[in-house]
């Protein structure tokens, strides 16, 4: 019965606790301090009497609702709450300017692999390979990536996202070196075939993506509407 | 809120005095400000949490107070708050700004002034 209680008591707080995670204004320092709080006032209610459910239930209504609090750290936390506003707009802006310049290094890569091996297909044929290929390999990594809740540090995507300017220098310094004039009106014909795939198959899954998390927010509200 | 007495600007503009004269007697975390405050002011000032730490947290951003990390001995880790300095000197400015509006109040409403 004891432990029962405890159990209940820590997914309680549990709750509590996620049901600010969406506040990008309040921190997760903010959140533990917060955390602190309502423990001591917990703990002063049932020295009164209370048992742990309802001095839950009162330490929680007197910390205040997430919008309430949220309203308040505001305030103090403006330059943490534009920056997370911010965020997801400057990856999109940076993976977006990286990923344009990739296409005319699959298509020079292509053209390469078509010339050098002596195959006779458009060479639209190889960069699409390589193109889906990569989709896949990344599709698949992310999957592993979730799979084994691998945390990469942040200097290793920076290293990982700064391999592909390189990767593109490397290969735009060997065709000027090697490709003639006429070479590039092929090459650019792949790349702008390439560039409008890689519009369309962004745009899916972009619309994708914003659905799953559409869902899921209306899932985690009814799941807080449940705790209330 | 049980402050029904007070306006709102009169709360915010001593809030800080307040809390920056607690900690200069003693290191403390938001919990224990928050029940300080409560027993000296006679149960007339009763700070809601989600007022208290964004003025703790403003306050630290302008270095008048110190924030850490310590565990107690029952294993729970709070965050303190500790003056620096700084905060001593503004404590000090904002005690000679109250004593001044203390001295007029009182002198308006002919009563003897206190301490001035």
């Known amino acids: 019965m004891e432990s029962t209680a405890k159990n209940s008591l820590e997914q309680n707080i549990k709750a509590w606790r996620k049901s600010f995670q969406s506040k990008s204004e309040i921190t997760e320092d903010n959140l533990k301090e917060l955390e602190a709080h309502l423990l001591d006032e917990i703990d002063a209610l049932t020295e009164k009497g209370l048992s742990e459910e309802e001095a839950f239930l009162v330490a929680k209504y007197r910390i205040g609702d997430k919008e309430e609090l949220s309203k308040e750290f505001k305030k103090v936390n403006k330059f943490n709450y534009w920056l997370d506003k911010l965020t997801p707009y400057l990856i999109g802006a940076i993976v977006f300017t990286l990923v344009s310049k990739f296409y005319s290094s699959i298509s020079i890569l292509s053209y390469f692999l078509v010339h050098s091996i002596e195959l006779y297909v458009p060479i639209i044929v190889p960069s699409l390979i390589i193109y889906s290929s990569l989709i896949l390999a990344l599709f698949y990594g992310f999957k592993y990536y979730k799979k084994v809740k691998l945390k990469l540090k942040i200097w290793t995507w920076a290293l990982i996202l700064l391999a592909i300017p390189v990767f593109n220098l490397l290969i735009l310094v060997l065709s000027t070196k090697v490709l003639q004039p006429q070479d590039y009106a092929e090459i650019s014909k792949t790349n702008a075939i390439l560039t409008w795939i890689g519009y369309a198959s962004t745009v899916i899954l972009g619309f994708f993506l914003l659905l799953a998390k559409y869902k899921k927010r209306k899932l985690q509200e009814n799941q807080f509407h449940q705790i209330d | ?116």
């Open chain 2, 1 to 116: 809120m049980s402050m029904e007495n007070f306006s709102k600007e009169l709360i915010g503009a001593s809030s800080i005095p307040i809390i920056l004269s607690l900690l200069s007697r003693q290191e403390s975390y938001g919990y224990e400000i928050i029940k300080n405050i409560k027993e000296i002011s006679n149960e007339k000032i009763d700070f809601k949490e989600g007022t208290l730490y964004p003025v703790l947290h403003k306050l630290e951003k302008k270095g008048y107070i110190e924030s850490f990390w310590k565990e107690s001995d029952a294993g729970r880790k709070r965050k303190y708050y500790k003056i620096t300095d700084k905060g001593k000197k503004q404590l000090s400015s904002e005690q000679q700004s109250w004593n001044v509006i203390n001295h007029i109040m009182s002198k308006l409403w002919n009563q003897q002034p206190k301490t001035a």
